[in-house]
Each structure stands twice: as C-alpha cells, then as structure tokens.
C-alpha cells in the first residue's frame, strides 16, 4: 500500500470519528450561527458577455470597500470581478472572486458564490463564501464554512452591496 493510500484511510477514519461525534448531537442543535463580519462592496459599471448555452453572462468589477465584524476589519481592494449568469429560470447565480486586506494588512482571497431570486413572489439571496487567509490570526476563516447575505447598502453608498457573512458552528 502507498503512503498517500495510507495517509488517505488515515484521513477517513478521523472524518468518520468527527462526522459520528456531530450525528450525535440534536438535528436542531446541529447547526448555529456566528456573525462573523459585513462588508460594503461598491462595484463598477456591469459589461455584457452575452448569451451563453447556461443563460446570460454578465461581468461586473468589484472597485472596492470595506467590511467590519467582531474579529476581523478592513478594505475590500479594488480589481475583483463578480460574474453574474441570469439563467433561463429566473435565477441569478453570482460568482465573485476578490481581495480583501485586513487592517494588520493580511490579504485575504475571497470567492463568493451565490443564488438569487430575481422573482419578488420568491425571494431568495443567499451566497456561501469560502477564504484563503495566511497562516496567523485569520486563519479561523480557513477552518469553517460560512454562509452569507446580500442586500441594499446603506443609503448614500452609490452603486455597492452589503454582504453579510455568518461562520457555520
């Protein structure tokens, strides 16, 4: 047997270990929340790509911002894109790849992926960000899922969203 097959069926063993440690506890008390930061995201003027065989693909640059939550604050760095697809059944996915730079100058990389409902009769907004932070102080976003928000920014802000991230406990 290989060392990787080794290390491999090592790894699974422990998932099992965690998964069965998690199955234990109550369906309502599996999953909670933490906030965890909310961001102002303000954003360029969107660029038709055109139609694609999966819907309507549009490009829209992230120009910067910020964001704020109990453990972590910063700027969101300009040069980001969010690549929305209006698909043919009314929803909207979003897919946003971006920097963010905490206060103690950490670079953070953000892909944020999202469903939104653009039917009024149904809505829907949510987004599950993953992270790529260094080794030290923010490494606590590597090590959780996350799940998130989007909405209207505060009055004022011009052309931006508010993106709300909650960790996953």
């Keep these: 047997m290989q060392r990787r097959d080794v290390l491999g069926t090592m790894g699974l063993a422990g998932l099992a270990t965690g998964i069965a440690a998690d199955a234990k506890a109550a369906p309502e008390a599996s999953l909670a929340l933490a906030f965890a930061y909310e961001a102002i995201v303000t954003l360029g003027?969107?660029?038709p790509v055109g139609r694609t065989p999966y819907g309507v693909r549009n490009r829209i640059p992230i120009t910067g911002g910020s964001f704020q939550g109990p453990r972590i604050r910063g700027t969101v760095l300009a040069g980001g894109m969010d690549w929305q697809l209006e698909r043919p059944?009314?929803?909207?996915d979003v897919h946003a790849d971006?920097?963010?730079?905490?206060?103690d100058g950490a670079l953070i990389h953000v892909i944020n992926k999202?469903?939104?409902?653009?039917?009024?009769k149904r809505p829907y907004v949510r987004t599950t960000p993953w992270f790529e932070a260094p080794d030290g102080p923010h490494a606590w976003l590597n090590e959780s899922v996350f799940t998130g928000t989007i909405g209207a920014p505060p009055e004022g802000r011009g052309r931006a969203v508010r993106i709300t991230v909650h960790r996953i406990l």
């Excluded at 059944?89 to 909207?92: F, N």
């Excluded at 999202?114 to 009024?120: E, K, V």
């Design 98 to 103: 971006y920097m963010m730079q905490a206060e």
């Design 114 to 120: 999202g469903l939104i409902s653009r039917d009024p």
């Design 45 to 47: 003027a969107a660029t």
């Design 89 to 92: 059944d009314g929803m909207l």
